[in-house]
């Protein structure tokens, strides 16, 4: 069991690199090959939170997720929008709770996305 002040100090270090409190259900399975293969890398990135450089994500696994995410998972209690450029810029794509995408060629935007953000989703 996970005491209070431990629990405080998790979310102000959750604060520090997402934006916010990590919430159940509020996550995104990232894939850098299609049908969510896990034959190269793959991430779980939890949220809520705003990623400005996906070249820099801290908390994952593997950190530069520039420009490589192929297929998607999105958690029951998450929004994802996905920008094609650092920063919140360009063209983006917003994805909702439950939704599995196998193939974001599908999407014209395999490999294309730059920042992220996810939100809650009661």
Known sequence: MVSR???VLL??????WAGGCV???CWVEIYEDEHFSRADSW????????????????????RDW???IDSLVVGPHA?????KDRD?????RMFGPGDRVPELDDL??????ESMKIEYVP
């Open 79 to 83: 929004r994802v929008i996905l920008w």
């Open 66 to 68: 520039g420009d490589r």
């Open 11 to 16: 979310c102000v270090a959750a604060l520090s």
């Open 43 to 62: 991430d779980v990135i939890h949220g809520p939170g705003r990623w400005s450089d996906l070249r820099r994500l801290p908390g994952a696994y593997k």
């Open 23 to 25: 919430r159940e259900g």
């Open 88 to 92: 919140f810029e360009d063209d983006f």
């Open 5 to 7: 002040s431990a629990a």
């Open 108 to 113: 014209d935007f395999e490999d294309e996305a």
